[in-house]
């Protein structure tokens, strides 16, 4: 992997990338310049345990009756089990968010009962769908790559020269290879050399977002494998 200790290819996200965690609420404006005409948040794959007991399980309740009847289904179902990897079928975040009428949004992230533990994000699956989706966006296949949080990641340390800022010469295949490494969870920036469109990434974040033009926008809406929501610049991450 290639890199640069020049950072004149990341001046166009100054100061956004300065004023993460600003405010009480991050939006995408903390993110990113507004420069493009759409943003699209990509949302990861999701998995569902088909006949899972969600009413059965009461995460508030803590009575000794409770926390031992949470424990016997997640043992049934191998959710927090070492040995097992439990049943996941794909579905989508529209289906979870209609089954559990919370609203279908980016607010999802924290409105969903994660610890109950019938679903889960399936990030195999959203590594290869968003291969897919860079391979139709990146046409050479060389992107650029600004880890914010670089001092965070193992992997980063392994390549950066004296600890130092780099920006990275990146193709798909070693971007999503950080990005398996890192969780999904590391902030970062991926973008070709003219700026035609960027994907970014924050900590904690719900999934990746990515500025387009209004036709390159709409189309990954209606063409990318992944689930998809149309957000804007004020849009609350």
Not at 3 to 25: E, R
Not at 39 to 50: D, F, M, Q, R, S
Not at 90 to 109: E, G, H, N, Q
Not at 197 to 226: H, K, M, Q, Y
Request: net charge negative; aromatic share 14%.
């Amino acid at each position: 992997m290639k890199y640069t200790t020049d950072l004149s290819a990341i001046n166009w996200l100054k100061p956004a990338f300065n004023t993460v965690g600003s405010g009480p609420v991050l939006k995408v404006s903390d993110m990113i310049p507004n420069i493009f005409a759409s943003y699209t948040a990509l949302l990861p794959a999701v998995g569902i345990i088909e006949g899972f007991p969600f009413d059965e399980i009461n995460l508030q309740d803590s009575s000794i009756t409770q926390l031992n009847k949470n424990a016997a289904i997640w043992e049934q179902y191998g959710t927090h089990s070492i040995h097992r990897v439990p049943n996941y079928t794909l579905t989508k975040f529209k289906d979870l968010a209609d089954r559990f009428t919370i609203p279908y949004d980016l607010s999802m992230v924290k409105r969903l009962e994660w610890g109950k533990g019938g679903f889960a994000n399936q990030n195999e699956f959203t590594a290869i769908k968003l291969t897919a989706l860079l391979e139709t966006l990146a046409i050479d296949n060389q992107l650029l790559l600004y880890i914010e949080d670089y001092w965070r990641w193992e992997a980063v340390y392994q390549l950066l020269p004296s600890a130092e800022e780099v920006v990275y010469y990146v193709t798909i295949k070693e971007f999503i290879a950080f990005m398996e490494q890192s969780f999904f969870d590391a902030t970062l920036y991926l973008f070709p050399p003219d700026l035609s469109w960027c994907l970014f990434n924050v900590e904690d974040g719900f999934c990746p977002i990515i500025g387009t033009s209004e036709e390159v926008g709409a189309a990954i809406r209606s063409e990318s494998s992944l689930e998809t929501l149309q957000t804007t610049w004020e849009s609350e991450l």
